[in-house]
């Protein structure tokens, strides 16, 4: 025991500050036993510090870092990965004296190597702001030999809707990263705007991500909390604000509009007022009715006329014959006496 402790003592005294994906993987041990035999080809001496500050630079490239990138559980393939290339290197050079160009050769060959096979390996998802522990989204990093967690908070912002009185509104305990198979929801509600924990009753708990009012009332109003659990940890709190504007509340603004409305220059209404984002029954304007019955009107006193036109001339034309008609039985009259 005592030698294994000086071993790692003297590796640690030999190694750069700063960790690299070789430091995370392979034990100190077997990292003397590879660097034991290297020779500086400048001086021909054998130097072991000059091995472990080859080690750490190719280790510590970018490429090698980024490969290593992946996700919860996955340190462990990585670590059998880098083995399986260093540890044939390892056996062949143990005892044995090599110049500096060979162990370049071959441990920049086995990081390439690693590389290569590590990319294949999945990817974590990432981190979502803003909030949430994100067990899946946390990323291997070389430079520490750990998972970089999230770290964001478990409680995310408030978010406000506003429902008038008799709709409905929904409201979804959804977040943007993966969850585990094995979630339990709980949803709770306060009748004050609040995060406080403390200030919030129980209402539902199952795997049910939607809460639902079918016909919101004022009574609805609140703060609605719901909260995602995993193995009785806590994943993510999700918190909505609910205002329910009563019918009576919606008529008065109503009216109070059109009242303002009125108000405009010359006792008009804007020619600009917002259009809905529904289709809706618009009435004809007072000018354009107008029109119409101005239309009407004449139509009305023109078909008048010609009926008084038609009527008149008839009467007239049955006069006049009646009057002819006279006169030709006088004339018939008269010849007959004569």
Known sequence: MSGFISRFL????????????YECFIDPDDSLRLCWGHLVTEYNIRNVDACFTMLDRIFNEESVINAAKVGR??????????????????????????????YEDRLQAAADKFVIMAMGLPRASGCF??????NLGAVYNCKTCQYDTCELPLDCPLREITVEENNRTQMWCEVPFILPSDIQIVWRYSQVKTVL???????TVGVDKLYSIPSARPEHSGTYQCEIFSQERSLVRIYYHLTVTPDAVLGHVKLQDVFDQSLLSGGQF????????????????IDFLTVCLTSLLVLLFLTLGVLYYKTTYKSKD?????????HRNRYVLQTARE
């Open 318 to 326: 049955k006069e006049v014959n009646e009057e002819h008609k006279g």
């Open 270 to 285: 804007s020619l600009t007022q917002p259009q809905p984002h529904f289709n809706v029954l618009l009435l004809p304007t």
């Open 197 to 203: 924990m403390n200030q919030f009753k129980e209402v």
């Open 73 to 102: 559980g996955y340190d462990v393939v990585l670590k059998e990965l880098l083995t399986a290339e260093i540890m044939p290197i390892v056996q062949e050079f143990d005892q044995m004296l090599n110049y500096d160009a060979v």
């Open 10 to 21: 003297l590796l640690a005294s030999l190694i750069p500050t700063g960790l690299s994906c």
């Open 129 to 134: 702001p803003p909030c949430g522990f994100q």
